[in-house]
T-cell receptor, first 115, second 112 residues
């Protein structure tokens, strides 16, 4: 167990709806990254938050947005859901963002199905 | 840019067979390299890592050596068990350190 908790574990939404996914990072970790893992694929970087500020973003449209709170927990919001947004969404927490020995701990993920 | 290519699966082996999963990378600068494992219905677990050329990462009988000359980080295990059945992901963190680049994953099936 990594100490990174994601909720909910599973979610079904209708196309066009909005969804919020949540992540509680490991104690003491100030950096949270979000990844999208489509079925049969490797995780793709969505964005990262460091001390409540966005610190890098992958190739995802603006309808993917995020937030990090003072306790370093985080939310991923997706607006105007599309069928292709169906995936496993993974949250990873780490202490600081740099250094070759940075280690990220992944949560169990939220399985989002868009119908 | 940064990218990771790993061998396609599934890989099916009998228990106690030797395992190799190939991984090659393209990166700017000097990346750190990782192997993650994903069991059915779960998130990613770090299996091993190497942070500089010629380093060998090892854990639970798995090994991988960071080969800068061949830009490779192949995963090996001398004797696999049924419990090793999972999907294995090769990944790197680039010089700016702020995100992982993952391969597409290799599914391993180990039969008794």
């Amino acid at each position: 167990e990594t100490g990174v908790t994601q909720s909910p574990t599973h979610l079904i939404k209708t196309r066009g709806q909005q969804v919020t996914l949540r992540c509680s990072s490991q104690s003491g970790h100030n950096t949270v990254s979000w990844y999208q893992q489509a079925l049969g694929q490797g995780p793709q970087f969505i964005f990262q938050y460091y001390r409540e500020e966005e610190n890098g973003r992958g190739n995802f449209p603006p309808r993917f947005s995020g937030l990090q709170f003072p306790n370093y927990s985080s939310e991923l919001n997706v607006n105007a859901l599309e069928l292709d947004d169906s995936a496993l969404y993974l949250c990873a927490s780490s202490l600081e963002i740099g250094g070759a020995n940075t280690e990220a701990f992944f949560g169990q993920g939220t399985r989002l199905t868009v119908v | 840019g940064n990218s990771v290519t790993q061998m396609e699966g599934p890989v099916t082996l009998s228990e106690e067979a030797f395992l190799t999963i190939n991984c090659t990378y393209t990166a700017t600068g000097y990346p750190s390299l990782f192997w993650y494992v994903q069991y059915p219905g779960e998130g990613l677990q770090l299996l091993l890592k190497a942070t500089k050329a010629d380093d060998k990462g090892s854990n639970k009988g798995f090994e991988a050596t960071y080969r800068k000359e061949t830009t490779s980080f192949h995963l090996e295990k001398g004797s696999v068990q049924v419990s090793d059945s999972a999907v294995y992901f090769c990944a790197l963190i680039g010089y700016n350190f702020n995100k992982f680049y993952f391969g597409s994953g290799t599914k391993l099936n180990v039969k008794p």
